[in-house]
């Protein structure tokens, strides 16, 4: 895979339609990356579920928005390889475990002073071999690394400087996958990418990548967690809230300018009803004036002001 040695990225899972609110994640991570200079790139993160034709799908309605990419797209899937054989270095440096708790028992279990609830409380890091080929004929482990820090602090665009807990955590899961924080940090420092823009409810995992990618001689990104958008009762956006697709929006007569104009409105970038682009924005964009709070998608949004 080629290098690029400034790069931002927009990775999303192939398992339906994006919504708005992906959307407008991908407009923020389009933005902050080509008004300072970097490449951008799209990664389908597809180890887990995915939807056929889902990928071209996302890609399309992106296309629409007028979100332009440096080619490949990367998938995860194609890179399975790539991730073992880092798993396979870490085993074989005596970095990792095998780990046969379930989450139950993980979150059951009494935690360390100060550790966030559901952190990993080391119950199979010292076990003997005979533990474990016992533990082995009634349960597959996950491969979990051996941290040698409780927390770990990242810098962030729109937090600042945010400390978070590093637990012993998963990266290889016990039925042979590669964990999302594994192959996310192998593959941004492949593709050089050194700024990540996504949701702020992924800001508590950036300390474990970050942490992750020091201890494979990688220098991590800066962050960019933006604010979610969220339903009406103040959750998080789904499809299960209607009308929240390019595809579904058109259905309604909603073209993809106006969803573009919402978005660009959430951001305080243009008038509620103004017709933009993404350069237009591009020329209006300054991070420090994004808003800090969740965009509560009403089901109005869509209405028309008269003119």
Known sequence: MSTQLRA?????????????????????AWLFARTTGRGFLIRMEDLDRTAPGADAGQLADL???????????????????TYRA????????????ECFCTRREILEAPSAPHAPQGAYP????????????????TRPPAIRIRTHVSEFAVFDELHGSYTGAVDDFVIQRNDGTPAYNLAVVVDDAAQGVDQVV????LLSSAPRQ?????????????????????NADGVRLSKRDGAVTLTDLAAQGIPTTT???????????AARDETVDLATLSERFDPG???????????????????
């Open 63 to 81: 296309a629409a928005l007028g979100i332009d990419w440096d080619p490949p797209v990367v998938y995860q899937s194609d890179r399975l390889a």
């Open 122 to 137: 080391g119950t199979c890091r010292d076990l003997t071999e005979a533990q474990r080929a016992e533990r082995r004929s």
């Open 210 to 230: 970050a942490y992750l990618a020091t201890r494979l001689g990688s220098v991590p990104p800066t962050y960019a967690h933006v604010p979610m958008v969220l």
């Open 289 to 307: 004036a994004l808003p800090k709070s969740p965009w509560i998608l009403a089901p109005t949004e869509w209405v028309t002001s008269p003119p």
């Open 198 to 201: 996504r949701g702020d409810d």
């Open 8 to 28: 931002g990225r927009y990775a999303p899972s192939p398992s339906g339609d994006l919504h708005v609110g992906n959307l407008r994640t991908a407009v923020l």
């Open 259 to 269: 969803v573009l104009s919402r978005i660009a409105s959430s951001l305080g970038l």
């Open 86 to 97: 880092i798993i396979d270095g870490l085993h074989n440096a005596g970095e990792t475990f």
